[in-house]
């Protein structure tokens, strides 16, 4: 058999067993090396394949896409450093817990630590932020080496899946010639079998009956406890999470990317105002539960971080699915490793706890109070957090907010507020970075859905070059660019207050650019409002327009600390009364 027909028939029965498993989408990078497989990947049927140059923007395209489908995405490029332009996503994607298959190319070993050419060490490349990594064998077409690539294959996207999802890593080396001969007969020879390799079986996980009880009668001595929400993608937890929170009575602080905040699901015990609830150390002092019991990943809120740490003698539960150790204050913390929402369904079923009413009024209450501060309008002024809020309400039915990290996601997390509507809320919080958001937004609409990023002139600027997959595919994005100039967020922060010299260039880093420019360039849309009606009308047009939309709305960001600050104070000042009453 000549090399040719090896190396095609190996590497076809590793994508297509990749299908066979679940796959549907692949990213490449153009390359050399990388030919025999994006050669193969574009030439099957039933795997969609996206081309992305630029390997930063293609892993994190990949990135949100797999976000938005919870299951893996492929991704291949070159050797070299090719591949590691891929790490700031698969760091992401490891903390995320979002399921990446990355397939790297490589010289032949021959070639390996020798002075070729676009040969670095890519073996373990990514470290412990990959959950199997895995150095394949040349290729072969023997029956023993074709069913030794399907297993890999098989494995990689189990792997991927099982437990807490996240990345894995293939290195495939190939030698020249690298060009596939598509001509072969039978060349897909499990296309008609429609079952994987290795078929996998992975059973639920709860509680024992033992067990249950157990947590019941512990829960059954206190009378004021919280449940709390942190980001997830469990779609089925809004429903199991807030019939156990009607059934006890008692409240669910809810973060903006749980999925709590939207959809048809009973939101009166949703406090969704507990970021400026909690901003007060008055008010924190006077909140004291018996317990917390929190699903997810740590909340975005500073506040509630704080409020934990203050609160030693309270017992605190994680609810993890699978596996981890998700709570940053070091608190002691008894975790329960569970299905999610199956836990809240065994606790209706095998409990009838009830606690303090009063204290769910109470956080009712504060935050009714705290809404009507944050909502209260304030002229025609252009304001970051009123932004939101405009966003919220104009954002269709069935579509997906993706937001950025510094001072979106938490104007998101203090003015997105609960609503019917179905809107998924997504973002990079697995290492919170703004490299990347451009793109992974594009990657959670690339199968049609209706898509808002909500992102800060710096994070903007450095993913721009994402804008190219936007052009080349002609994706739906709505982008609301909020610009202040510079990195807002440090003007909330210590260093702000230091009248240094050094703070503009180091902290504030103005850019002074028209985006008009780089929107334009990518054959966009662009927008710059100056009122909340050309602000609404913009987000309204730019959901009826096919392909990238920008409406950029330009604020100080001096003023938008002082606008911040007095919604705070106000909210603190009827708390803070409200105990004293």
């Known amino acids: 058999m000549e090399y040719t027909e090896k190396l095609t028939r190996y590497v076809a029965s590793f994508v297509d067993e990749l299908y066979q498993n679940g796959v549907e989408d692949v990213v490449v990078s153009p390359g050399s090396r990388s030919t025999p497989m994006s050669m193969t990947f574009a030439e099957y049927p039933h795997i969609q394949h996206w081309v992305n140059m630029d390997e930063r923007s293609a892993a994190f395209f990949a990135l949100g896409m797999a976000k938005q489908q919870h299951k893996p995405v492929a991704l291949v490029c070159t050797s070299g450093t090719a591949a590691a332009n891929y790490y700031p996503a698969i760091v992401e994607a490891y903390y995320s817990r979002t399921p990446l298959i990355v397939i ?44 030794y690539v399907r297993s890999k294959g098989a494995r990689a996207f189990h792997t991927a899946m099982q437990g807490n999802p996240g990345p894995i890593h293939l290195n495939f080396p ?24 290795h078929a996998t079986l992975d059973g639920e996980r709860r ?3 033992r067990q249950l009880d157990q947590l019941i009668s512990q ?35 809810a973060d903006p990317l749980s999925q709590l905040r939207t959809g048809d699901h009973d939101k009166e015990y949703v406090i969704e105002s507990y970021d400026a609830i909690l901003k007060s150390q008055q008010v924190r002092q006077q ?39 998700r709570e940053p204050t070091g608190s002691p913390t008894r975790f329960i490793y569970v299905e999610p929402a199956q836990l809240c ?30 909502l209260e309008p304030e002229g025609e002024a252009l304001t970051e957090g009123h932004a939101v809020t405009y966003l919220a309400e104009a954002a269709p039915d069935s579509s997906t907010v993706f937001v950025g990290n510094s001072m979106p996601i938490r104007d998101i997390d203090t003015f997105f507020m609960n609503r019917t509507k179905q809107i998924k809320l997504l973002g990079n919080r697995g290492a919170n970075g703004i490299d990347g958001l451009t793109s992974s937004a594009l990657g959670a609409a690339a199968h ?35 610009n202040n100039n510079g990195g807002g967020i440090f003007s909330f922060l210590p260093q702000s207050k230091e009248n240094s010299p050094h703070y503009e260039v180091l902290f504030g880093t103005p850019l002074d650019i028209d985006f008009k420019h780089i ?55 009827h708390l803070v009364s409200l105990f004293e009453g």
Not at 118 to 131: D, F, P, R, S, T
Not at 137 to 147: F, G, H, N, R, V
């Open 287 to 325: 909140l004291n539960p018996d317990f917390i019991i929190r699903f997810g990943a740590m909340p975005v809120s500073k506040p509630y971080l704080l409020f934990l740490k203050e609160k030693q003698g309270m017992t605190h539960f994680v609810v993890e699915a699978s596996e981890g150790y």
């Open 519 to 573: 929107v334009t360039m990518y054959q966009g849309t662009y927008q710059q409002p100056t009122t909340w009606e050309a602000f609404q009308q913009a987000l309204s047009e730019s959901y009826q327009h096919q392909g990238l939309s920008v409406i950029e709305v330009q604020t100080n960001r001096q003023e938008n600390v002082d606008w911040h600050k007095r919604k705070w104070e106000q909210i603190q000042e």
């Open 448 to 482: 049609g859905e209706k898509v808002t990023l909500l992102i800060g002139d710096l994070s903007f600027f450095h993913d721009f070059n994402a804008l190219l997959i936007a052009k080349q595919y002609n994706l739906n994005l709505t982008v609301v660019l909020i």
């Open 207 to 209: 509680l024992s009956n």
């Open 219 to 253: 829960l059954a001595e206190y009378r004021q406890g919280l449940i709390v929400c942190g980001p997830q993608m469990d779609l089925a937890l809004a429903n199991s999470v807030t019939e156990l929170a009607k059934h006890w009575g008692i409240p669910i602080l």
């Open 174 to 197: 190939f030698r020249e010639p690298l060009m596939p001969d598509f001509t072969l007969n039978n060349l897909w020879n499990n296309e008609t079998l429609l079952t994987s390799h």
């Open 104 to 147: 790297t190319t490589d010289r032949p070993h021959e070639l390996r630590d020798v002075g070729a050419p676009q040969a670095i060490e890519q073996i373990n490349m990514y470290g412990e932020y990959v959950k199997w990594f895995h150095e394949m064998a040349l290729p072969e077409a023997t029956p023993a080496m074709l069913d």
């Open 345 to 374: 369904e065994d606790l209706l079923a095998a409990s009838s706890l009830s606690f303090d009413t009063s204290w769910l009024s109470r956080w009712q209450q504060m935050n009714r109070i705290a809404k009507q501060y944050l």
